[in-house]
Structures are given as structure tokens and as C-alpha cells.
């Protein structure tokens, strides 16, 4: 009997998916874990894999048309057998968009540590079981966002991509630790909820610096003398990730009423793209070189604007940095990224008439707001933060530490 192919979730906020291209044509043979069709989703462009073997019998939605999430878009089966009359391409009930697994948590570089469910049977593909035992990986470790959590392709390949992403110099820094639930204590439920009926969805509040930027321009210009092409934003985000490990009761986010304490800096660069905004992710950002930093930017930010991000290079993350100085803006407040709980926009570097030592000068000043999520996050926490990054962009040496 023809098995029908469904519309994937490929990232938690998708609810449709665009055909972009179809990798096999009817009557083709299909693996199962093998790529078949090229699917735009809100964030990305990713590949959808087939969880069957057989023959494509027959593509319901042709390339350029979309389709719901859930929806039966293609038919797998035996080579010769007929599909009778397909059903209406929405199914009756689609199935909510269900978040792609992270990758693997890791005790130390290189280990990863089992998420699977106890007691669940194991499924795979072939695909993945053969991706695996090449390297060398254990896939009770890994939990699988296909069908009834079956392990395929894209599961290997974002388990194999999280380990080399993670040894940089530090590795007592970057030992990937689990977030702590932190339980609201009395007063910070009512905060929360007493901010939530004054601003509904997330109380955001501000706090902005200005910030002398003359030792950082020098530190960025220093670095392209040697040939390395740092940027000022590089330079903030390397900032804001120091700023937060030196300031972790910032580093939470706020669900289902408590605070979650994140165990590890990773940074959000919001980009912006053809039809919206995206943050990719800088891990383990606080224990990078801003030469690290700088390239693994530069890569995240060209795989963004052509929508190649996979999903765990954009989801989670401490805190975003936006930047709009490239577009002559001054300062501005940003909005929160949830689940983050925190944010902060930078405007252009350029230079004002200050006061220093009573005497009136022109600095190269740099507007910073800090907007924070009021459920988790009190001002007096956000000023120190803010107070921070400040310091380190004006003593950039401190960068190096």
C-alpha cells in the first residue's frame, strides 16, 4: 500500500512549507533517509528526507507550490502500484510544528551524552545507522526528529557538527552544561505577572550608555594591520558574551513561570534578510578569540542571507546583539528575542563634542540599550551588565583575558 509523504516541521514557528525543487522525479527509487524535495521554511532553505523506501509514485505539490505542515505532498510505495484519487492536501488536524532536537549536550569536548528517552525503542534509518558506525558515534545518544523520534540523516549530521564546533582553546569553558531550573520566588511571580499585565507578552524595560569607542576602532585597526578582519561589531559581540559570564544571573531565560539559568554564552547576531530578520548563534562566544569570532560571523551571516542556516545555528542562544549603525542610525531600542531575556542594539560610531576633564573633545561615542525582560531580569541587573560592556569596549585589552 502506498505510503503517503508529509510536509515536515523543520523549525518549531513553521506552520507551511514551499517545494522549492523535487531531488527524485516519479518512478524514481527512494531510499529511506535519502533527500527528496528542497523545502523553503520561514528561516531556512533545508532538505526533506524520505522515512520510507520504495518507488515516488506521485508529487501532490508541485515545486513553487506550499503546503501545510502536515499535509500529504507525495506518495512512496511499490514500483507499478496505483494511487487511487489523492485526499485534500491539508490534513484534518496538522500536527503543531514540533521543535528540532538541540544538538547533543556534551560533558567534555567531544562526548556526547544521552537525551533519548529511557526504555524507547530505538529507530533509525539505515542511512543513519550506516552515517553512524562511520563515525564512530552511539545513537542511543542522539533523539531523532523524524517520525516517532526515528533517527535519520539530519540527526547525524547536526550531532557530527556540534562536537568540532566546540574546542576552541578553553575547554573548561566550553563544556556544553545543562540549563538549571531556577523556581520564581514569590515576589518574582508577582513581578512577572504584574509586568505582563502592563506590557502584554514580554515586559521589556531600557537602559542605555554611550559608549567612547577611539581604543576599540584602534584595537580593530591594529587587528587589520595583521591581516585579520575584525569589525566593531565583532568586537560587541565578543562584549556582550565577557559582560555575561561575568554577570550570569543575565544569562536565563523565562519559562513556564521560572527562571532557566543557562549554562553556557551563546551569542545572537540578528540579520537581516530578504524578507525578514534571523540570529544566528555564536557558541560558547565568551571563550573565543575575536579572530574566531570574526570568521565563524562572517560564515553564519553569508549562510543566513542565502537561508543555509540549519535550525540549531538560529534557535536558543543567551542574548542577541543588533546592530543598525551600518545604516546611519544613532541609537534604538530592540525588541527581545525570545526565549532570551535580554538584547542589545548598537547604533554607528561616530564622532561628538564630550566632556573630559572639564574640558569639552570629540570622541568617536557609540549608543548601547540594553532592553530586558522585566519577569527575570531587574534594572539594577541590567545597569551592571550594561556598565560592563562598556568598560570592556572602552579597555578593549580586557577582551583578551
Do not use: C
Not at 561628538?352 to 573633545?361: I, S
Amino acid at each position: 500500500m502506498a505510503t503517503p509523504v508529509q510536509m515536515p516541521a523543520l523549525s518549531p514557528t513553521m506552520t507551511e512549507g514551499k517545494i522549492l525543487r523535487w531531488l527524485k522525479k516519479e518512478g524514481e527509487q527512494v531510499s529511506s533517509g535519502q533527500p527528496v524535495a528542497e523545502v523553503e521554511t520561514d528561516k531556512a532553505n533545508l532538505e526533506m528526507e524520505a522515512y520510507e523506501e520504495g518507488t515516488l509514485l506521485r508529487i501532490l505539490v508541485k515545486e513553487g507550490e506550499s503546503a501545510p505542515v502536515g499535509a500529504t505532498i507525495a506518495y512512496i510505495g511499490e514500483k507499478g502500484e496505483k494511487v487511487e484519487a489523492p485526499p485534500p492536501r491539508a490534513p484534518e488536524a496538522a500536527p503543531k510544528p514540533a521543535a528540532p532536537p538541540a544538538p547533543p549536550a556534551m560533558k567534555k569536548p567531544g562526548e556526547v551524552v544521552p537525551i533519548r528517552q529511557v526504555g524507547r525503542k530505538l529507530h533509525a534509518s539505515p542511512l543513519a545507522r550506516k552515517m553512524a558506525a562511520e563515525r564512530g558515534m552511539d545513537l542511543e545518544a542522539l533523539a531523532g526528529s523524524g517520525p516517532s523520534g526515528r533517527i535519520i540523516k539530519r540527526d547525524i549530521e547536526r550531532a557530527a557538527a556540534a562536537v568540532p564546533a566546540r574546542l576552541p582553546p578553553l575547554p573548561a569553558l566550553l563544556e556544553r552544561r545543562a540549563p538549571e531550573a531556577v523556581p520564581l520566588s514569590s515576589i518574582r511571580r508577582i513581578i512577572a505577572q504584574r509586568m505582563t499585565e502592563s506590557k502584554p507578552g514580554v515586559p521589556h524595560f531600557y537602559l542605555t550608555v554611550e559608549v567612547e569607542m577611539d581604543a576599540a576602532l584602534k584595537a580593530r585597526e591594529e587587528a587589520q594591520a595583521l591581516e585579520a578582519k575584525v569589525s566593531i561589531n565583532d568586537i560587541v559581540v565578543k562584549a556582550a558574551a565577557m559582560a555575561l559570564r561575568r554577570h550570569p544571573k543575565l544569562n536565563v531565560q523565562y519559562r513556564a513561570e521560572q527562571a532557566l539559568r543557562l549554562g553556557n554564552v551563546d551569542v545572537g547576531i540578528a540579520v537581516a534578510i530578504e524578507d525578514g530578520l534571523i540570529t544566528p548563534i555564536i557558541r560558547d562566544a565568551d571563550a573565543k578569540g575575536l579572530g574566531a569570532i570574526a570568521t565563524e560571523s562572517r560564515a553564519l551571516i553569508e549562510r543566513a542571507r542565502r537561508r543555509a542556516l540549519r535550525p540549531e545555528e538560529y534557535q536558543g542562544g543567551s542574548i542577541t546583539v543588533s546592530n543598525l549603525g551600518m545604516f546611519g542610525i544613532d541609537s534604538f531600542a530592540a525588541i527581545i528575542n525570545p526565549p532570551q531575556a535580554a538584547i542589545l542594539a548598537v547604533g554607528q560610531v561616530a564622532p561628538k563634542p564630550v566632556v573630559r576633564d572639564g574640558q569639552v573633545v570629540v570622541r568617536q561615542m557609540m549608543s548601547a540599550t540594553l532592553s530586558g525582560d522585566h519577569r527575570v531580569i531587574d534594572g539594577a541587573l541590567g545597569a551592571e551588565y550594561l556598565r560592563e560592556v562598556r568598560a570592556l569596549l572602552e579597555h578593549p585589552l580586557r577582551l583578551l583575558v
